[in-house]
């Protein structure tokens, strides 16, 4: 849908109903996602996720699946009767009970989910590995940060620990690298933590069965509350920004045809989603964003810088810095679209990172 088919379906919609994303399932143990009913697009939330209902334009249908493979047959009954080994549990794994861990640059970080990450096509093509952490670890920033350039490639492991925190089982990941990253959206009514979650693609996977060794020291990193937030746009605090979603990544994920055997992918185009702003008539905020809009319709193009600074509990610290570049305002329609009297702003974005 271009840009302005899509403003103008704002305008005539209003802002997009949610749903539950686990669909009358709320179990941890399983993966919750919604499906795109239009485009067919999975998109992987949590069990405390939502999905799109309405309207029909963008509606989603919430799904879920096992993460954990199917047992193996039991073996033939030998001659005294007894009955055979169970086979292996199938690669795919949740990090629920949080016993999962990703080690990256040297410092490992606790993983609350972890999927995929196998041989999807035996021989063929491996399955993405799909991440989300609860921290903000620095060396997941700086691969976010790395991925929008030519170092993105990383070699990382996950590690499977016991409840005495010993190794069960290691996966080694060669020439990875981020094609999908995303950071919780912050609302200033959702005490919960975010989170960020991330899909890599594997250049090769290997499982050492011998010298699993261990996770490395902490990568150490704040959790953060979707809450507790501000946002700056040119220098200018916006004081009645209520929320901010889309903070999305996507890198294009390019086949390169070797010959025979198994698909090699490289990072491609890196893309960034536009941004949701919803903005409350608190101070000078909606007077300073229209005065903005004014100035781009007349022509100037001129692109701004913002941060976003996420704070402790007590809101006196920063914790956390997400810097916004190549900010421009697409729509600010004039009437409410969200709680109260609290207008939507869209801007394009031109990139995030972390300093």
């Known amino acids: 849908m271009s840009m302005k088919r899509f403003i103008a379906f704002v305008l005539m919609s209003g802002w997009p109903a949610i749903a539950a994303a686990h669909g009358g399932n709320n179990d941890p143990q399983v993966i919750h996602a919604c499906v795109s009913n239009l485009t067919k697009i999975v998109r992987i939330v949590g069990v ?22 199917p047992k193996g047959d039991k073996g033939d009954r030998g001659a005294t009767g007894a009955t055979g080994a ?179 992918f490289t990072p491609g185009q890196v893309q960034f989603d536009d941004l949701l702003v919803q903005v409350a008539p608190v101070g000078s905020t909606i007077p300073t964003l229209e005065q903005w809009v004014s100035a781009v319709a007349g022509g100037d193009t001129a692109s701004r810088t913002g941060q976003i600074e996420l704070l402790n509990q007590t809101f006196q610290n920063v914790i956390g810095t997400v810097n916004l570049e190549g900010l421009l305002p697409l729509a600010f329609p004039p009437y409410p679209t969200g709680t109260g009297s609290q207008r939507t702003l869209i801007l394009e974005l031109g990139r995030f990172s972390f300093p």
């Open 86 to 264: 169970t086979g292996a549990t199938g690669a795919t794994y949740n990090a629920g009970t949080g016993t999962f861990v990703l080690d990256i640059d040297g410092a490992s970080v606790p993983l609350t989910s972890f999927a995929g990450c196998y041989d999807k096509v035996i021989g063929l093509e491996y399955e993405d590995c799909y991440f989300t952490v609860s921290r903000l670890a620095p060396p997941v920033l700086q691969w976010l940060n790395d991925a929008q350039g030519p170092h993105g490639l990383r070699n990382v492991s996950v590690y499977q620990l016991d409840g005495t925190l010993q190794t069960l089982s290691r996966l080694d990941l060669t020439d990875a690298f981020i094609r999908d990253f995303r950071i919780s959206d912050l609302d200033g009514t959702d005490p919960s933590f975010g989170s960020l979650s991330f899909v890599v693609v594997p250049g090769m996977i290997q499982v050492p069965t011998t010298n699993l060794g261990g996770p490395s020291g902490s990568a150490g990193g704040s959790t953060f509350r979707t809450a507790n937030w501000r946002l700056s746009i040119g220098g200018a605090a916006l004081l009645g920004a209520a929320s901010v979603r889309g903070l999305h990544m996507s890198v294009a994920k390019m086949l390169q045809q070797v010959g025979a055997g198994r698909k090699h």
């Open 48 to 69: 405390n996720g939502s999905c799109l209902s309405q309207p029909g334009a963008v509606a989603e249908t919430p799904v879920h699946w096992a993460t954990a493979g």
